[in-house]
Structures are given as C-alpha cells and as structure tokens.
C-alpha cells in the first residue's frame, strides 16, 4: 500500500489516451479496468448537506450525475476521483483523511485525483466552503461502503459468514483462522461497482485515528524543495510563452494597432483575431519585448472616478423595497437610535502565484493546464469558444498557489488556448502582477446603511441595505428586533466577483459595528449585551471561550488601550475575535497588541490545517480591515503592483491565539472563509474603546494614523 | 557567460540582458525559483548569490557572472534537506506553499548570520517576504525552534 498521492496526475503520464469528458457509470471498467468502486451521485451530496445551502448550488442540472467515486484496484491502489481542486486549502490532506479512516490505510495511500475533467467527475467549483460540508461526508460513506465491500468479498473468498473480520494496513484479517488478504488481492478480477448506501455505519468521530489528527500536508516535501510544478512552472515539449494586449484603461476600443516591429523579431509569432492581439516567443523575455514593441492606438470612454464610487452604488441601486411599518413605528418610538452609512471599498485577492495557463492541441484535441477553482467551468467555456464536442477538450488543475475566490475564472487558460490554435505549439501564459491586478476582478465595493434602534434595553428595530458588496452575512444574529435587511443590486465599475466569505466581511463590520455601539449607548458592556442578545448557542459559545481567553474583564495597564469584539457566523462556521490594540500617544498610530479568535466549524478533521486557515483568514482580514484598498483613476488602477498596494507581512502579524472549538457531535463545515469576518468591527470597536473615534469605513487606516477625535 | 548554479556551470544567452529569474526558469528549467510581482517586493523569487538572498527578478543575469548562485533546488546537500526545510516541512507550516521557496530561501541565509535570531529578528529578516496565504506566525514559531535549539547548545 505504497501508491503515492498525484502520482497520476503529474504531467506527461496520461492514464487515458484521450479525454472522456467524465466517465458514466456504463463506460466505468472500460477506462478502470478491473476493481471495486463506490460512487456517490450529486443528489446523495446535497441531501447529506448537514446545512441548508441558501444558493444556486442547489439547482443542479443532473442531480443523478456523479459526484465523486473511490476505486480499489488489483494492486491495491486506493483512488478517489473528485472535481474539487487544491489552492492551499489543504483539501487533499483532509479528504485522504476521511477516506484512509474509513479503509484502515495511512493517508499517503490515498491516491486522490482532482480537478481533471478528463478524469474526475463534474464540479461546479472549489468555493463556497462546501468541500468539507458537502463532498467529506460523502466520500466517508463511501469509503465504508468500500470497507463493507471488502468484508463480504473476504466472506466469500474464506466462505466463512463470520463477521469478526477486521481490516487493518490495507489488509482483511481473520483473527479465528488466522487468515489475511490485501486489498488488490480481494478485488483481483473483479469488476464491481456500487452506488453509496448512505445508511452505511461510518466511524464514529471519538473513535477516528486519521481523521480528526493533525495529519501533514500531503505531498508537503515537494512543496519545499521547489519540485512541485504549479501551472506556472510547467513545460510542454516544444512549447512557447504567450502574452496579450492589454488595453490602456477600463472600457477602451481599439482602434488601430501596427504589429510590425514585433512581427520582426526572430521567433515571435503575433497573433490577430479582431480585438485580441497576441504574441509568441519562445522565452518569457522576448515575448514581454514583442508585446512592447506593439503600437496601438485606443479610444478610452469617460471612466468613473474612485472619488465618485459610493455616490454612484447608492444612485444606481434596484428601488428600495418598502420598510414595514412595524419596522419603522420601532425605530420612531425607541429610547436610542442610531442611523449610520458604511463604505467598503474594493480590495484585490493578490494570490501570490498570478494566473498561469498551458494549452496544448493535439489532432483536434485540446488539452489546458490551468490555476483555476473552476476546471469544469473552463471545460465548458473551450468547448463554447472554440466549438468542441465535450470529450475532445481536457482540463488539468494541478495544486495551485492559492485563490481566496479570485480564481473562478480562467481567461488565461482560453488565452493560451487561443494562441496554441493559431501558432501550432504548446503556448503557456502566465499573467503579470500588474495584469493580475488590472484585468482578474475584486472583492465588491460597497455602501451599507444600517438604522437601528433599542428600547428598553432591548434591540428593537434593525434595518440594513446593502448596495452591491452582497448579501452574504446579512442576517441579524440578535434576537427581538423588527427586521428589514435588503441587498440593493447596482452597477460596478470595476470589475467584481467572488472573494474569501464575500459579503460577509462587510456586513458583519456594519452589523458589530452598531451592535457595539448601541451596546455603550445603552451604557451596557458589550460582551454582556451581546450575550443577551444571541439565539444560536453555539455563537455564545465561541463569543464565551474567545473571552475567557482575552479576559475581558481585567484591567487595562494604559488609558491609550482598547479592548473590543466581534462575532457572527458564516456558512457554518462560528466565530469570535477579541483584540487589543494601543493608539500610540504622540503619533496616534495603532498598535495591534492582542487577537484572540474562537471558531467553530462542527467536528475537526485536521487541528493543524484549521488553526492555519483561521490565522490566514484572520491575517488576511486584517489587510482589508486596516489598509487594502484598490485604488483608481480616470480608468486605470493606479496601485496595480506590490509596491503599492500593500498586503499583511510579517511585521503586520500581531500576537494571536485561535481557539478551536471541537464539536464531535456536529458534521464539519468548511473553514477558509467564515473566520475572516471578525477582524475588521473587532478592529473598529477596540479604536473606539481607546479613543473615542467610531470609524465607519473599509478599510480604516490606510496611513495607519487613528484621526484626532478633538 | 557561463553561470554557476547550485555548483554546476551553465551557458547562458544573455541577449537582451535577461533577468537572472529569466535565465533560471526559461533556460534551465530550476522553476522553484518563482514569479511573484517583478519588482522585489514580494521575496518569491530570492535565490542566494553568494550566500545573499537577492531578488532573482531585479537581478540581471550579466551581474552574478563568477558569483555562486543556490536556488531551492541546490539547498537540500548530499540528499539531507537543509535545516530550515526540514523544520518548515516538521512543523507543517504552508497552505499554497507557492511563497515556499524564497521564504526558505531567505531563512537559510538569515540563520547563516544570525543562528540565535530572536523573534523579532526573524521577523525584520523575512519581512520582505509576502505569504497571501498568511502563514507568518506558523513560520516564525518554526524558525524559533531551529534558532533556540542553536542557542541551547
């Protein structure tokens, strides 16, 4: 049992000839061979949903197409086939967890095959923290089902109905007759494949052995000898480097370009298919001097600028819903009120690795490599553009460097592909950090505007619109309250999309915001206020076990001190972060001296790889809380490189704690999202604790100076 | 020209002065060096031209002519990898791990100098190292162990 994890999925050994699309349950042996396998079809995956996925996910256009499945093979290997991808959220550490408890295996057994189109089954995508919600049960039961299989394969070779057999290392043992067989040699000429019963008996969470540890990243040494190839590193026998014309400003035409000079370079080709303009060379170098050696002329329409952003969201949001009357007559008539606006501005993912693609086409076959969280999505965007039957199109995501949303798109991957068509070779692009900054899309700006209002003590009104960040982690977590929340659509000037708990960092920084403040205007703590507040249990949970550990209640050392806390939920996961920061007497600046984070996200699969994704999340938040602000003007993003549009490094990194709480009893949620969210009104309420000032913008210290209050 | 790295000459064509970062990933196929922003701002790229860990983007190739270039690639000696990988890979510190190279990259030199480093010192050397991912308190408490241990013995 010493198959190793990637093996077939590192570059140049094809396992099929040609691509498949995916493979159907009638074709499964023609391509597998012999074996044993169990498969889980998509409307297992959503009924198994230990929550109730409030998005599209749920429309799914064959709800009896594959999911995912596990294979045994005659020599034993253990292979899980999953369309789910690898960006650094270490999903192939954990889901080999799940699967190697369930087969009494060691983890670095489990050969998992993702992100393949030719291979895997269809996926939506890597996002929405819903691998380990919706595909880690699953492939646990599957697993058990391959462990159930097994047994009555080894009742029937043995003809015994004892049901003493026991598995252990990749073997079923008798202990009465003192009899063992391997897995290869149990499923030797066999062809068996079952769909998963999910009534199946999976190990109990207190019992596992695998799951449940801090298990090391699976493959981690190739990763740190520099062996492993991201997209970005990969070579294709003969192939060539990519570039593309970028336009000057948001929004420019085209209007006349000479490709002369470039065209003279010996091996550039230049490519023109009406707007698009590429170039070929067969090193990155030359490539980056035919592209500048292009003269274009282009006509720029009138761009918004970043001074008018919020006043535009506003203006060209969908007409507001009516607000209820009771929800009105509670504020009218309510002891305190408050009536507040929030800007959020855009901030950019910065993945470290920018976006990388290889395409390759072979007698009418295409084959691309590409650092996205949406292989299918790709696989279906080629075969439009490029009018392809499914199975003649391949799509590969090797382990890519990252993505926090900003990756479900691949226009690199249809750049390399167009250019592959046209110049006859393997064509790799990898995107600039300026590009990567320019033309890839932003978290939403946003503008929220809360009215609120408490009476007796109690929170009594709340109403909340969101123009364009999201709705996402709009729902009010306190109890009591008439409720009005609505998501205004408007139009986005800059491109928008995806990102790391979307919305959810800026409505809960309105939300914690107000909260905290209607919480001191009542002159109550707000710790207690919150307690008192809160339905879910499991969110007074993390608020408590996050305070215990701040302790909250002692004294601070110096009156430039602030104490303040957050907490909310997000996509399953509960969270609370306590910090303490300092403003620095003379130069006002903030010093962020203590962060503490409790979360919760049901029961852990793997200590270790959570604790990383809170910190990251926390950390990473901390950028889009304090400073990360995507700046433009007159059309063009004029802090498009590291220099300038400054991400956390270590010196930002404040002391921190993570508590993790493990809730055995409870299924798992994903993690690399909800935790973000506290960091920023845990931020904003500890500045006002220690000086007065109520900051009511994202991010809120660019120059990192607290404003004067007086 | 002729390049040493990781103690092996390389011919190198130098039209159009290419960035040594160009040479190591184009022409010698050594892509643990990574691309990160261009400019030396994020530290993906640093290799050590002799024994200083400099931004291979900003660097160009003409300018380490008779100096000794090491890249991850040439860290790890006689099959045992270098101390800072090995503590980096114990402690499971990455997520991505695509910032990994020039993060172990730029620890091995400081260690080098600096074997005892404290925190803050470890901090002030790797500052000029961006992890998206935000891994930093897990490397730092990682090459804490490996400076304590130096300053034990």
């Given at each position: 049992m010493k198959s190793k994890a990637n093996k077939k999925q590192s570059?140049?050994?094809?396992?099929?000839?040609?691509?498949?699309?995916s493979i159907s349950r009638r074709s499964f042996f023609k391509y597998m061979g012999t074996g044993i396998a169990t498969y889980i079809v998509w409307s297992d995956v959503f009924v198994a949903s230990?929550?109730?996925?409030?998005?599209?996910?749920?429309?799914?256009?064959?709800?009896?197409?594959?999911?995912s499945w596990i294979h045994i093979s005659p020599a034993g290997d253990i292979t899980v086939f999953t369309g789910k991808v690898e960006i650094g959220q270490n999903i192939r550490t954990s889901l080999s967890q799940v699967v190697a408890e369930e087969l009494f295996v060691?983890?670095?057994a489990i050969n998992m095959i993702m992100g393949d189109t030719g291979l895997t089954p269809y996926d939506r995508?890597?996002?929405?923290?819903?691998t380990t919600l919706q595909i880690s049960p699953i492939l646990r039961k599957a697993a058990a089902n391959l462990r159930e299989i097994l047994v009555e394969e080894a009742q029937k070779t043995w003809k015994i109905e004892a049901s003493n057999l026991f598995l252990r290392d990749g073997m079923v043992i008798d202990p009465m007759a003192n009899k063992m067989l391997g897995y290869g040699d149990l499923v030797k000429g066999k062809q068996l494949l079952r769909k998963v019963n999910k009534n199946v008996k999976t190990i109990a969470p207190k019992e596992w052995k695998v799951a449940g540890h801090s298990i090391p990243?699976?493959?981690?040494k190739d990763f740190i000898t520099g062996k492993h190839r991201y997209v970005s590193d990969m070579v294709l026998p003969g192939m060539v480097f990519g570039r593309v014309l970028r336009p000057p400003a948001y929004g420019a035409k085209l209007l006349d370009a000479d490709t002369s000079q470039a065209e003279k370079i010996p091996g550039v080709n230049v490519v023109r298919e009406g707007d698009f303009i590429g170039v070929t060379a067969a090193d990155t170098l030359t490539v980056a001097i035919a592209l500048a050696s292009i003269e274009s002329s282009w006509d720029r329409s009138t761009p918004m600028q970043r001074s008018e952003l919020f006043k535009h969201l506003v203006d060209t949001a969908a007409e507001k819903k009516t607000v209820s009357e009771a929800v009105g007559q509670a504020f009218e008539r309510a002891d305190i009120k408050v009536d507040k606006s929030f800007e959020i501005d855009y901030i950019a993912h910065?993945?470290?690795?920018?976006r990388a693609g290889l395409a390759s086409w072979k007698n009418g076959h295409l084959e691309v490599w590409a650092g996205t969280q949406r292989p299918f999505g790709l696989h279906e965007e080629l075969q439009k553009i490029f009018d392809?039957?499914?199975?003649s199109i391949r799509v590969y995501v090797p382990d890519?460097?990252?993505?926090?949303?900003?990756?479900?798109?691949?226009e690199v991957g249809v750049e390399a592909a167009r250019l592959s068509k046209h110049v006859g070779k393997p064509v790799k692009i990898c995107w600039t950090r300026e590009e990567e900054f320019k033309w890839a899309y932003f978290r939403p700006a946003g503008v929220i505007q809360v009215r609120a209002s408490l009476t007796n003590g109690k929170i009594s009104s709340w109403e909340l619109h969101n123009y364009?960040?999201?709705?996402?982690?709009?729902?009010?977590?306190?109890?009591g309250a008439k409720e009005h929340l609505e998501f205004h659509r408007s139009s986005s000037p800059l491109r928008q999309g995806s990102y790391r708990a979307l919305s959810s960092t800026a409505n809960v920084f309105a939300m914690e915001s107000i909260v905290n403040d209607l919480a001191i205007g009542s002159g109550e703590d707000p710790l207690q206020f919150r307690l008192r507040h809160l339905e879910n249990p499991r969110l007074t949970a993390v608020v408590k076990a996050a305070a215990q550990a701040f302790d909250w209640e002692r004294q601070k050392s110096q009156d430039n001190i602030g104490y303040g806390m957050a907490c909310g939920t997000v996509k399953g996961g509960f969270v609370a972060t306590f910090v303490e920061i300092e403003v620095e007497r003379k130069t006002r600046k903030l010093i962020v001296r203590d962060v503490v984070t409790a979360f919760e996200?049901?029961?852990?699969?793997?200590p270790r790889h959570l604790e990383s994704q809170v910190t990251g999340c926390v950390l990473q938040g901390l950028g889009g809380a304090l400073f990360e602000a995507v700046d433009f003007k007159d059309g063009n993003l004029?802090?498009?490189?590291l220099t300038s549009y400054r991400v956390p490094r270590f010196k930002d990194a404040p002391k921190m704690r993570v508590i993790l709480l493990n809730r055995e009893d409870l299924p798992s949620s994903g993690?690399?999202?909800?935790?973000?969210?506290c960091i920023a009104p845990a931020l904003r309420n500890a500045i006002h604790n220690a000086s007065g000032v109520k900051l009511y913008k994202l991010p809120m210290l660019p120059s990192g100076i607290v404003p004067d209050n007086t | 020209m002729k390049v040493s790295v990781n103690n092996k000459e390389y011919s190198v064509e130098v039209t159009n002065n290419p960035s040594l970062l160009e040479v190591l990933r184009d022409?010698?196929?050594?892509?643990?060096t990574k691309y990160g922003?261009?400019?030396?701002?994020?530290?993906?790229?640093k290799v050590l031209v002799n024994g200083i860990p400099t931004?291979?983007?900003?660097?160009?190739?003409?300018?380490?002519?008779g100096k000794k270039v090491v890249t991850i690639e040439g860290l790890a000696e006689n099959g045992e990898l270098h101390p800072v990988q090995k503590v980096l890979l114990e402690e499971d510190v990455?997520?991505?791990?695509?910032c990994a190279s020039g993060m172990i990259i730029t620890a091995a030199a400081l260690l080098k100098q600096q074997?005892?480093?404290?925190v803050q010192e470890l901090i002030d050397g790797l500052n000029?190292?961006?992890?998206r991912c935000c891994t930093y308190p897990a490397i730092i408490n990682a090459l804490k162990k490996l400076s304590q241990k130096e300053g034990e013995k």
């Open positions: 570059l140049g050994i094809n396992i099929f000839k040609q691509s498949v699309g230990a929550l109730q996925v409030n998005e599209k996910q749920l429309k799914f256009p064959d709800q009896d197409l594959i999911s060691a983890p670095g995508g890597t996002y929405g923290s819903l990243k699976i493959n981690g910065v993945p470290l690795e920018t392809l039957p499914v199975d890519t460097g990252s993505g926090y949303g900003g990756k479900q798109t691949s364009n960040s999201g709705s996402a982690g709009i729902d009010f977590p306190y109890s996200c049901g029961v852990i699969i793997n004029t802090n498009a490189s993690a690399g999202e909800a935790p973000i969210v | 022409q010698f196929d050594l892509t643990g922003c261009g400019e030396g701002a994020c530290g993906a790229c931004p291979a983007c900003i660097t160009p190739v003409t300018s380490v002519s990455f997520q991505c791990s695509y074997p005892t480093a404290n000029g190292n961006i992890c």
